[in-house]
T-cell receptor, first 115, second 115 residues
Framework: EPEVTQTPSHQVTQMGQEVILRCVPISNHLYFYWYRQILGQKVEFLVS????????KSEIFDDQFSVERPDGSNFTLKIRSTKLEDSAMYFC?????????????FGDGTRLSIL | AQSVTQLGSHVSVSEGALVLLRCNYSSSVPPYLFWYVQYPNQGLQLLLKYTSAATLVKGINGFEAEFKKSETSFHLTKPSAHMSDAAEYFCAVSAWMDSSYKLIFGSGTRLLVRP
């Protein structure tokens, strides 16, 4: 069964550094998402992406965050200047259609630790 | 606004016992509901989804959930727990944004299975 893959599985970064989290969505999917889960808290929506642009973003997704689909297969999340509170598990998801009954398919996540 | 509430952050059952994980939703429109499971160090895997076709939904690994509009509930059950069911379970509702859907997750329930 096709999978969403995320790399790296664990990223440790010094505060203030830039970090790029990478995702390869399922190949025929058109809608892409990033969610995050701070330890002990809910999984929260960050951003959705379609047709090479952001569709929606949450209030968490401020100017420090950006997303890109650089080459038609990868989907990346960049945090420009990381803060301690960015430490979390980041999940990428994709779906074929933007309809409410379409489940989103998730990757295994990247655990981001900011020191 | 749509939301889901999961009662019980931890549920402990004996192997072979009934599993019942509770989820209540709040929605002003007919909801589309999902249960996801997260095994240790893995991503979110879809267990089942409710999309209004049938109130009793069967999923993978012997799990099922029943949509009860009168109780605004979508509880997850399994007749007989197996050790391999130990994981964290998330209920989620599909919420419309301006141009796409996002998932709103509950806070999760960790299922412990005792031998």
């Amino acid at each position: 069964e096709p999978e969403v893959t995320q790399t790296p599985s664990h990223q440790v970064t010094q505060m203030g550094q830039e970090v790029i989290l990478r995702c390869v969505p399922i190949s025929n999917h058109l809608y892409f998402y990033w969610y995050r889960q701070i330890l002990g808290q809910k999984v929260e929506f960050l951003v959705s992406f379609y047709n090479n642009e952001i569709s929606e973003k949450s209030e968490i997704f401020d100017d420090q965050f950006s997303v890109e689909r650089p080459d038609g297969s990868n989907f990346t999340l960049k945090i420009r200047s990381t803060k301690l509170e960015d430490s979390a598990m980041y999940f990428c998801a994709s779906t074929l259609q933007a309809t409410p009954n379409q489940p989103q398919h998730f990757g295994d996540g990247t655990r981001l630790s900011i020191l | 606004a749509q939301s889901v509430t999961q009662l019980g952050s931890h549920v402990s059952v004996s192997e072979g016992a009934l599993v019942l994980l509770r989820c209540n939703y709040s929605s002003s429109v007919p909801p589309y509901l999902f249960w996801y499971v997260q095994y240790p160090n893995q991503g979110l895997q879809l267990l089942l989804k409710y999309t209004s076709a049938a109130t009793l939904v069967k999923g993978i690994n012997g799990f099922e959930a029943e949509f009860k509009k009168s109780e605004t509930s979508f509880h997850l059950t399994k007749p007989s727990a197996h050790m391999s069911d130990a994981a964290e379970y998330f209920c989620a509702v599909s919420a419309w944004m301006d141009s796409s859907y996002k998932l709103i997750f509950g806070s999760g329930t960790r299922l412990l299975v005792r031998p």
